[in-house]
C-alpha cells in the first residue's frame, strides 16, 4: 500500500506570496493532519480533516487554512507568506473509523518551504 | 527534515550497546502515545506506540514503558544499529491532536 505523499516537495517563494500544498493519504486513511515543523518550535499541530470538514485546529493565524477533498486528499494553503513560515510542512494521515478513538498517525515526507 | 536543531538532546551510543531515550509528557489526561523516528530529509516514521491501559509493549527490537504515575514514557532500542542514528520524538494524544515532544537526537558510533 503506497505511504502518504505530498507536493510539491520543494517550494521557494517570496513574502507576500501565498502558496498550496497537497497531501494524498494512505488509502482507505479519513483523517489528515497538517504539521509545521521548524528548528526552533519542532512538531507543532495546524489542523486536521475528517470527512471534509476541519475538526481540530492548532494555535496559527487565519493565513493558514485548508480543505479536504471527497476523495480524503487535502491542501493546505498559506497566504500573505511571512519570512518565518519557512518550515517543513508534515501532512499525517490515519485510519479514524471511529470518532475519538485513537489511531496512530502515518506521515509524509513533508513539502520544505523556504520564504525569501 | 532537520527537524529540531540547534538545542536537541543528544543520546550517543556505541554500535551494539542497548539506548534508551526519554520523554516527559505534559498531560495526565493523555490515553495515547506514540515514538516517531524521523531520518534527515524525511518525515517522522512510526515505531512503536502504548494505550494508556498498558504500561509496558514491545516491537522488534523496541520497548516502550509508560509510568503515568510519573507521566513518563521511555523508548528502549536493543542492540542498537548505525541505521538507528535518527532524531526520535514522542507524542502524546489527549484529544484528536497530537502532541510532539522536542525530540533527542541518537547518534550511533562503532
Known amino acids: 500500500k503506497a505511504g502518504v505523499t505530498q507536493t510539491p516537495r520543494y517550494l521557494i517563494k517570496t513574502r507576500g506570496q501565498q502558496v498550496t500544498l497537497s497531501c494524498s493519504p494512505i488509502?482507505?486513511?479519513?483523517?489528515v493532519s497538517w504539521y509545521q515543523q521548524t528548528p526552533g518550535q519542532g512538531l507543532q499541530f495546524l489542523f486536521e480533516y475528517f470527512s471534509e470538514t476541519q475538526r481540530n485546529k492548532g494555535n496559527f493565524p487565519g493565513r493558514f487554512s485548508g480543505r479536504q477533498f471527497s476523495n480524503s486528499r487535502s491542501e493546505m494553503n498559506v497566504s500573505t507568506l511571512e519570512l518565518g513560515d519557512s518550515a517543513l510542512y508534515l501532512c499525517a494521515s490515519s485510519l479514524d473509523p471511529i470518532a475519538g478513538t485513537r489511531e496512530t498517525q502515518y506521515f509524509g515526507p513533508g513539502t520544505r518551504l523556504l520564504v525569501l | 527534515g532537520e527537524s529540531v536543531g540547534l538545542h536537541l538532546p543528544t543520546l550517543s551510543v556505541q554500535e551494539g550497546d542497548n539506548s534508551i531515550i526519554n520523554c516527559a509528557y505534559s498531560?495526565?489526561?493523555?490515553?495515547?502515545f506514540i515514538w516517531y523516528k524521523q531520518e534527515s530529509g524525511k518525515g517522522p516514521q512510526f515505531i512503536i506506540d502504548i494505550r494508556s491501559n498498558m504500561d509496558k509493549r514491545q516491537g522488534q527490537r523496541v520497548t516502550v514503558l509508560l509510568n503515568k504515575t510519573v507521566k513518563h514514557l521511555s523508548l528502549q532500542i536493543a542492540a542498537t544499529q548505525p541505521g538507528d542514528s535518527a532524531v526520535y520524538f514522542c507524542a502524546e494524544a489527549n484529544t484528536d491532536k497530537l502532541i510532539f515532544g522536542t525530540g533527542t537526537r541518537l547518534q550511533v558510533f562503532p
Open positions: 498531560n495526565s489526561a493523555s490515553d495515547y
Open positions: 488509502s482507505g486513511h479519513r483523517s
